[in-house]
Every structure is written in C-alpha cells, then in structure tokens.
C-alpha cells in the first residue's frame, strides 16, 4: 500500500509542511516578541 503515488507528490507535501511550521514559528515568535517589531 502506498501512500503517495509518486516521489515528486511526497516532496511536495514535505516542502509545504516544511513551510507551515516556519510561518507559524515565525508568527509565535513575532506575537511573544511584539517589542522588536
């Protein structure tokens, strides 16, 4: 059984995944440390 069809949709997910947790790191960092912006 396999998930994803092929390589390129697995890095694809990965990327967008990869994205997600810096913008959101980004946005906690910038909402616990509003003094600096």
């Not at 069809?5 to 694809?12: F, T």
């Not at 990965?14 to 959101?24: D, P, S, Y």
Request: net charge positive; aromatic share 18%; glycine share 8%.
């Amino acid at each position: 059984m396999r998930i994803f069809k092929e390589k390129g949709e697995l890095i694809m997910y990965t990327a967008l995944f990869v994205l997600g947790i810096a913008i959101f790191g980004y946005l906690m960092y910038v909402l616990v440390k509003p003094e600096k912006f």
